[in-house]
T-cell receptor, first 113, second 115 residues
Framework: AQSVTQLGSHVSVSEGALVLLRCNYS??????LFWYVQYPNQGLQLLLK??????LVKGINGFEAEFKKSETSFHLTKPSAHMSDAAEYFCAVSGGSNYKLTFGKGTLLTVNP | NAGVTQTPKFQVLKTGQSMTLQCAQDMNHNSMYWYRQDPGMGLRLIYYSASEGTTDKGEVPNGYNVSRLNKREFSLRLESAAPSQTSVYFC??????????????FGPGTRLLVL
């Protein structure tokens, strides 16, 4: 069985501040991990994914995430928040039969001017 | 490429009515998925189709049926809608060549309100 826990359902930062969105996973097999972003009234868009090639993964829009096996974590960061980063972010883990995605409950990011 | 398309964008139903949500992808993907999104719950898998001609239950299949019409299309049917099925429904697809690392691509969603 696999699961994802996203710590903090709502994170608020100031424009220009560091963004840190936390994700911890549980998986009985080596995991593949994904971060998706959802802008208001839109579908989900892939930000980045970990596929075991490198532990530090760079994605779109300046985001990156580091896979830490010892901590079972895959936290998402961005050095400097922009107003356009305001959205909901979902962490997901893939594995099991037919490689279904299991999603966390999401973190809503608010960026204050 | 349009990617993954869904129709309708928005629908209001009365309790007991039926409807079919349509999904199509033009990326020649093998696998297709239906999710529902509820506030504070993330996305939960309703049904999926690993390949044309196969379908299987996900985490929350009760009250739904699906049809994989061909490789492109995967529909979700509510036979007798209930207020608990008020949600946003997302269709997704993925290629199934290298396995679990393949990205799922999502449609724009269908917002369903059941009164």
């Amino acid at each position: 069985a696999q699961s994802v826990t996203q710590l903090g359902s709502h994170v608020s930062v100031s424009e220009g501040a560091l963004v840190l969105l936390r994700c911890n996973y549980s998986s009985s097999v080596p995991p593949y991990l994904f971060w998706y972003v959802q802008y208001p009234n839109q579908g989900l868009q892939l930000l980045l994914k970990y596929t075991s090639a490198a532990t530090l993964v760079k994605g779109i829009n300046g985001f990156e995430a580091e896979f830490k096996k010892s901590e079972t974590s895959f936290h998402l960061t961005k050095p400097s928040a922009h107003m356009s980063d305001a959205a909901e972010y979902f962490c997901a883990v893939s594995g099991g039969s037919n490689y279904k995605l299991t999603f966390g409950k999401g973190t809503l990011l608010t960026v204050n001017p | 490429n349009a990617g993954v398309t869904q129709t309708p964008k928005f629908q209001v139903l009365k309790t007991g009515q039926s409807m079919t949500l349509q999904c199509a992808q033009d990326m020649n993907h093998n696998s297709m998925y239906w999710y529902r999104q509820d506030p504070g719950m993330g996305l939960r898998l309703i049904y999926y189709s690993a390949s044309e001609g196969t379908t299987d239950k996900g985490e929350v299949p009760n009250g739904y049926n699906v049809s994989r019409l061909n490789k492109r299309e995967f529909s979700l049917r509510l036979e007798s809608a209930a207020p608990s099925q008020t949600s946003v429904y997302f269709c997704a697809s993925r290629q199934q060549t290298t396995g679990a690392a393949e990205t799922q691509y999502f449609g724009p969603g269908t917002r369903l309100l059941v009164l």
